[in-house]
């Protein structure tokens, strides 16, 4: 039960992380800004959809 519990955590983990970037994408001021987020996004190894 507790795999399940952990496994449920972190994929609504994953699923808050990528709203978050989506809504900093959304509220760039400009393509620097975008790229810059983009490349801190996926330094983190955040999945980005």
Same mark, same amino acid.
């Given at each position: 039960?507790?795999?399940?519990? /952990? !496994?449920?955590?972190?994929? =609504?983990?994953?699923?808050? %992380?990528?709203?978050?970037?989506?809504?900093?994408?959304? *509220? /760039? !001021?400009?393509?620097?800004? =975008?790229?810059?987020?983009? %490349?801190?996004?996926?330094?983190?190894?955040?999945?980005? *959809?």
């Amino acid at each position: 039960m507790n795999s399940v519990t /952990s !496994s449920w955590r972190q994929r =609504r983990q994953a699923a808050r %992380t990528r709203r978050a970037i989506d809504q900093a994408l959304a *509220r /760039s !001021s400009s393509p620097a800004m =975008r790229d810059e987020l983009l %490349t801190l996004a996926s330094h983190n190894s955040y999945m980005l *959809r």
